[in-house]
């Protein structure tokens, strides 16, 4: 995506939700000597991208805030191009996507990857199975302890908490998150969408990239016990054994992308 951002020597460029700071460095070596503004809510996230960018010798800012409170503040016309990866999974994207716009100078590019819907399928079929069936009940009683009460009460908790739900909110398409970006009026230069499918040695491996780059998000999990976290990881690593192939457990990861411009 980088390069459908078209970037200059010496553009401003924000990088919303800049994580580890990989495609930070990526944009600094294009924009220098211009300014590249890494934006992430983790401040662990900005201690590893300030780091790596230093190491290679580009100054980067820093700005500690979630990425929709950023676009929300920042003065309209900042920014030449602005990069927003992966983060539609933490934000109200249908809200924040028109907003983009406004930050960007004439001519300005913004660049959107995100997952879609349809991605891993392996774990949103399990989702749909376990949640609508007393399958995992003799599980979590066993978890429990056999302990009865107990069962129940995590039992009724993880129904209320899930009944309706999906591990995160990404939109249907790269072309619902074009549509929306031209609702602030940018003009969209590319769409496309991209399937990978990852491997892994376990159900369990697949959980853990799973929770860890944030596919199995969802804001219930948060006021969760540790022990709920574990049962509803052990069925979720059990149940995706049921999809092992002679490559191992796949989850098929499904990204789609759009770059806009401002005219």
Not at 177 to 192: D, E, F, I, K, Y
Request: with cysteine.
């Amino acid at each position: 995506m980088t390069a459908e951002l078209e970037l200059a020597r010496g553009d401003r460029v924000a990088d919303l939700a800049c994580g580890t700071g990989v495609y930070t460095l990526e944009m600094a070596r294009l924009s220098d000597p211009g300014e590249v503004v890494a934006v992430d809510y983790s401040a662990g996230m900005l201690g590893a991208a300030r780091e790596r960018l230093e190491n290679e010798g580009y100054p980067v800012s820093l700005v500690h805030a979630r990425a929709e409170d950023f676009i929300a503040r920042t003065p309209a016309s900042s920014f030449d191009a602005v990069s927003l990866r992966f983060a539609l999974a933490y934000i109200d994207w249908w809200e924040v996507l028109p907003m983009v716009g406004r930050l960007l100078r004439p001519g300005g590019r913004v660049g959107v990857l995100t997952s879609v819907t349809s991605s891993v399928p392996q774990l949103y079929a399990l989702f749909d199975r376990f949640r609508t069936s007393f399958e995992p009940v003799w599980k979590l009683y066993k978890h429990c302890g056999k302990n009865i009460g107990e069962t129940w009460r995590l039992f009724r908790r993880l129904r209320e908490t899930f009944a309706q739900g999906r591990f995160i909110s990404v939109p249907a398409s790269a072309e619902v998150v074009a549509q929306r970006l031209a609702a602030g009026g940018l003009r969209t230069s590319h769409v496309w969408t991209e399937t990978v499918r990852l491997w892994f040695d376990s159900g369990r491996a697949a959980v853990d990239w799973a929770r860890g780059s944030g596919y199995s998000t969802h804001p219930s999990l948060d006021a969760m016990g540790t022990r709920d976290i574990d049962f509803l990881e052990s069925l979720f690593a059990a149940g995706l054994e049921d999809f092992r192939e002679p490559g191992g457990v796949p989850l098929d990861l499904v990204v789609g992308g759009v770059v806009a411009r401002k005219v």
